[in-house]
């Protein structure tokens, strides 16, 4: 059973910066997707960023790209995948829930992920 376990978050004033980071335990297959969708209230869950674990090829959603970069890091647990998602200039708009998610598809959209995680609040208000 894959787990996802987030950490990050918070308020921040627009133009500063935020790091979310999701930790992965319990992944077997060889190849798959993982990042962030956000979902802002009243609004649909859309996708943020995604990173596969063979190419390290990504994918941003247009409003966050230039601003928003993913990568993997080392995780002190050699057991876990970890990813990070740094957020630059943020906006009022930004304001979300961000859920990490992983795929095992070749598809990076909410109908295609396989697992979820609890999602952390990302708030930019001055």
């Known amino acids: 059973q894959v787990q996802l376990v987030e950490s990050g978050g918070g308020l921040v004033q627009p133009g500063e910066s935020l790091k979310l980071s999701c930790a992965a335990s319990?992944?077997?297959?060889?190849?798959?997707?993982i990042g962030w969708f956000r979902q802002a209230p009243g609004k649909e869950r859309e996708g943020v960023a995604s990173?596969?674990?063979?190419?390290?090829?990504?994918?941003?959603?247009?409003s966050v790209k230039g601003r928003f970069t993913i990568s993997f890091t080392i995780c002190a647990d050699a057991a876990k995948k970890s990813v990070l998602l740094e957020m630059n200039s943020l906006k009022p708009e930004d304001t979300a829930v961000y859920y990490c998610?992983?795929?095992?598809?070749?598809?990076?959209?909410?109908?295609?992920?396989?697992?979820w995680g609890k999602g952390n609040l990302v708030a930019v208000s001055s």
């Open positions: 998610a992983i795929t095992y598809g070749n598809s990076w959209s909410e109908d295609g992920v396989d697992s």
């Open positions: 319990g992944v077997i297959v060889k190849w798959y997707r």
């Open positions: 990173i596969d674990n063979s190419s390290g090829r990504t994918i941003y959603g247009e």
